[in-house]
């Protein structure tokens, strides 16, 4: 049985999605304010969280925040924006926060809902499988993959540099802010990390510290993109140890790979 947190401060909206989901055979726990959201992620687990932005107490952006940057919350906790509030002016935001997707309340009825969520559920439960399935591998075609991070909030270079990685072989992971890379730099084995100088939530200078600072990452090539090179901001940045710093406007991907490749080899 699935378990889904429904963050939702109306009380006879939330009653009548609880009694739906509940008919569907989820197990659901209703959140009111966003306190009660961050209380209750760490009291149980949950295989995804509905989560509205306008909240009393603490708004719904800022539970993301803290959700994708406290270390005590898994990082493979689900998040969902579930929410009035303009798609096109909001789903970026979230997105960037780490937000797994976004669903207008206007776009489903409630049994529309249930059938979306459960296909995200079993989305996320074959990507989960998928990832499983590879750490099952014999070590010479483990050994064979390298794996990246991949730190940057605009989705243009995200897929641009991204996909050259993965046809080149990698294995890559992103985050789309700061606190969120730093995160999965923390708690990952990487064999190179790329992140943007200015990130949401947490500068491309501060991962770097922190990576520097961790005696078990301290050796992992950074490779640093920025939108323009000025010396000095790329001084003390170089100090730190990176391999190599480039202005991402004039980058092309198949250099990107040609340097990794060089780093990696």
Not at 67 to 94: C, G, M, Q, W
Request: aromatic share 8%; proline share 3%; net charge negative.
């Amino acid at each position: 049985m699935a378990r889904i947190m429904l963050v939702e401060d109306d009380q006879m909206i939330a009653e009548i999605y609880k009694k739906k989901f509940e008919s569907a055979g989820f197990e659901v726990v209703n959140a009111v304010t966003g306190k009660e959201v961050l209380k209750y992620a760490l009291e149980k687990s949950f295989d995804l969280i509905l989560l509205d932005l306008v909240l009393p107490e603490m708004g719904g952006m800022d539970v993301l925040k803290e959700l994708r940057s406290n270390p005590e919350y898994s990082s493979d906790l689900k998040v969902v924006v579930f929410s009035n509030l303009n798609k096109t002016d909001h789903e970026i935001e979230a997105k960037k926060l780490g937000a797994n997707g976004f669903i207008g309340k206007t776009e489903y009825n409630p049994s529309g809902l249930i059938v979306e969520i459960q296909r995200l559920l079993n989305e996320y439960a074959e990507q989960k499988k998928n990832k499983e399935r590879f750490g099952g591998l014999s070590k010479n075609i483990v050994d064979s993959e390298k794996k990246i991070l991949f730190v940057e909030d605009e989705e243009i270079f995200l897929e641009m540099f991204g996909k050259k990685l993965e046809n080149e072989g990698y294995v890559v992971d992103y985050a789309k802010n700061g606190a969120w890379g730093s995160k999965l730099a923390a708690e990952n084995d990487y064999d190179l990390i790329i992140t943007d100088m200015v990130m949401p939530a947490m500068g491309g200078d501060e991962i770097i510290r922190r990576i520097k600072l961790d005696d078990n990452k301290k050796n992992v090539p950074i490779i640093v993109l920025s939108a323009s090179l000025i010396e000095e901001d790329i001084k003390p940045v170089r100090e730190m140890g990176v391999a190599d710093f480039y202005e991402k406007t004039k980058l092309v991907p198949s250099d990107l790979a040609r340097r990794v490749n060089e780093l990696l080899k």
